[in-house]
């Protein structure tokens, strides 16, 4: 399946799709990187390994969400994308592109949802003293980071944690489950029945 990955910033968890769909056998082929902000890290990374690049910069659609997806939408058609990964992209979507990828479009969110939503998810995690923390990768759905939960990874929360310490802790997870996960759904393996994605299991 071809897929393109969509950042906006440093990009790692592109880079550990990029590694992982090197290996023959991984069902996915990463083909194409689109950033919504020309100065994305993750896009110098992405040519270096000799994948094709695009910048679709939202401010170049001031106030025009749709317009903005319209052309993000034309770019992922021209390279003939099957499969679209968000990884760190931070633009919120209308239902113009949800609905015209439903089904192929996954996300990677900061925290085990559906607990901490939106933005700022460790100094919330450990405003609120939970000890468990982690990732998520879901499908996306209309609203902000929903849909369909595709597979999860834990971390401890520790006594000792700063917001920046335990992001680490669990981009560490984010970066071992989000392989994991998009091969599930590029292979066929992952399927949604109603609210649930059944066969990808747990990743702990
Ligand atoms: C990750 O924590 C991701 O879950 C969140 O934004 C961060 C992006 O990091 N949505 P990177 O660009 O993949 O390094």
Redesign the pocket.
Known sequence: KKTAIL?S??????GALISAAMSPDYPAEITLVLSNRPDAK?LERAAELGIATAVVDHKDHAGDREAFEKSVDAVLKDHKIDLVAL??FMRILTPYLVNAWAGRMIN???ALLPSFKGLATHERALQEGVKLHG?TVHYVSAEMDDGPIIMQGAVPVLDSDTPDTL?AR??NV?HQIYPKALSMVASGKAKVSGARVTGSGNSN
Not at 9 to 14: A, I, T, V
Request: net charge neutral; aromatic share 0%.
């Open positions: 950042i910033g440093r990009g790692s968890n592109m993750g990884a760190g990677i969110h900061p990732a992001a669990v981009l984010e």
